[in-house]
């Protein structure tokens, strides 16, 4: 659990703010989301299945190379 201490002449709002970036940073609000119902195993297996196909595609079109589209640069005109 995140904690944070008041400085001398420091305002709540302050505090406040410094404590919500504290628990945002150590994963609190993900946690409790998660644990908010429960998931069956098989769900989870497929949830976690498809995040890694997801990251995995992410990953391959990043290092595609970009088509290139001549010299002009713009789309090709239709001859008639």
């Known amino acids: 659990m995140p904690s944070v201490s008041a400085k ?3 305002h ?4 406040i703010r410094r404590f919500k970036r504290a628990c945002e ?3 609190l609000l993900t946690e409790v989301k998660k644990r908010s119902h429960y998931i069956k195993p098989t769900k989870q297996r497929a949830q976690r299945k498809a995040a890694a196909i997801k990251r995995h595609i992410k990953k391959r079109l990043k290092e595609m190379p970009i088509p290139s589209r ?5 789309k090709a005109k239709k001859k008639k």
């Open 8 to 10: 001398q002449n420091e």
């Open 12 to 15: 709540s709002d302050n505090v």
């Open 25 to 27: 940073k150590a994963g």
């Open 70 to 74: 001549g010299i002009r640069g713009g």
